[in-house]
């Protein structure tokens, strides 16, 4: 095990930006199925397949309703490693000067 824990700035700001975009990405697919319809229509049968098609449209909106939680979750995910990195550095800035102020440049 490390015995130092190091927070790199830039690549978690990258990291944040790119779970954002996976979000945003993810979100945009899950838009697409909801556009292309609940399914089943396409097969135009009235016959054996004619009563399934309610039931499979049903269980095509849940799945895309249940997956529509997880684009939140990393754009959610993104902003919060963004306000992370931001505030390690705020404080690790102010625990720099606060040593500096106490015990001199030696110690920064």
């Known amino acids: 095990m490390e015995p130092n824990l190091e927070i790199i700035h830039d690549r978690m700001r990258q990291d944040a930006s790119r779970m954002r975009v996976h979000g945003e990405d993810y979100d945009a697919a899950l ?46 995910t993104g902003d919060g490693l963004g306000r992370v990195s931001a505030r390690v550095g705020e404080a690790e800035g102010a625990s720099l000067t606060r040593s500096r102020d106490l015990y001199g440049e030696q110690w920064a």
Request: hydrophobic share 40%; with cysteine.
């Open 31 to 76: 838009r697409r199925l909801r556009e292309r319809g609940l399914g089943g229509a396409a097969w135009q049968d009235d016959g054996l397949l004619g009563m399934l098609t309610g039931p499979y449209a049903e269980c095509t909106l849940l799945g895309v309703e249940a997956l529509t939680g997880l684009s939140a979750t990393m754009a959610d």
